[in-house]
């Protein structure tokens, strides 16, 4: 475990400060112009009192800072560090190698289940967006009472996009499925590059996943359907 300076620690607070600034911003903005359009087009909307559209605007932006200071933070601790940069590194070798063979369906639901969560926060702006204009068209509800309805539906549709993906994902990891995969790669014991060995993969959620094991579980050469290193 790396022990951190206290000049390392207030760098990587900055690193993290500023990554969580600049999503804030950018958040703000898009809630911001969001609100503005809303208010521009649905009279209901313009009924809202200000606060309520202040917080809107407000809760756009921190939700979209939270995630960028995390990935802020989270570059920086990589970039800083040889070992967790080095295990990225191969992370990504073994997943070019991984993803050559899958085809575009498995390449989207690998993409979708790595940003899962922004997804699922467009999902709900363009749920409630939705919803609104749904319910904007009964004359006999008022802009809060159209405003409950409009968000009691955006969050039943999220929630249930965010049971379903982890249904999948309990389901791929019931079946294996997304952590150990076998391709095929050359020998690199064959000078002649000729011999194709098959080697099983493991792919980690995050980096470093695997280092508390007593071995290395990043990589096995199958032979026979036989793992060499783990029998």
């Known amino acids: 475990m790396k022990v951190l300076t206290k000049e390392e620690e207030a760098a990587h607070y900055n690193a993290t400060i500023k990554g969580g600034t600049l999503g804030g911003?950018?958040?703000t903005a898009i809630g911001a112009g969001a609100v503005i359009a809303a208010s521009r087009r649905y009279h209901s909307f313009r009924a809202l009192t200000v606060p309520f559209r202040a917080f809107l605007v407000a809760s756009t932006g921190t939700f979209i800072a939270v995630i960028?200071?995390?990935?802020?933070?989270?570059?920086y601790d990589i970039e800083?560090?040889?070992?967790k940069k080095r295990a990225v590194e191969r992370e990504k070798e073994r997943e070019?190698?991984?993803?050559?063979d899958k085809t575009t369906?498995?390449?989207a639901k690998a993409w979708a289940t790595d940003n899962r969560y922004p997804l699922l926060f467009g999902f709900w702006v363009a749920s409630m967006?939705?919803?609104w204009h749904l319910v904007n068209r009964n004359p006999y509800?008022?802009?809060?009472?159209?405003?409950?309805?409009a968000r009691m539906y955006a969050q039943g549709g999220t929630l249930t996009a965010l049971l379903g993906s982890f249904a999948?994902?309990?389901?791929?990891a019931a079946k294996g499925k997304g952590r150990w995969e076998t391709i095929k790669v050359i020998d690199p014991n064959d000078p002649e590059h000729k011999h194709v060995i098959e080697k099983k993969i493991h792919h980690e959620r995050y980096a470093g996943e695997d280092q508390w094991r007593g071995k290395s579980e990043s990589s096995c050469i199958v032979i026979g359907g036989d793992c060499m290193i783990c029998a």
């Open 168 to 172: 999948i994902e309990g389901a791929d």
């Open 68 to 75: 960028a200071a995390d990935r802020a933070s989270a570059a």
């Open 96 to 100: 070019a190698l991984y993803e050559a």
């Open 25 to 27: 911003v950018i958040g």
């Open 105 to 107: 369906f498995e390449l």
């Open 80 to 83: 800083h560090t040889p070992e």
């Open 129 to 131: 967006a939705g919803s």
């Open 141 to 149: 509800l008022s802009g809060t009472q159209k405003l409950v309805q």
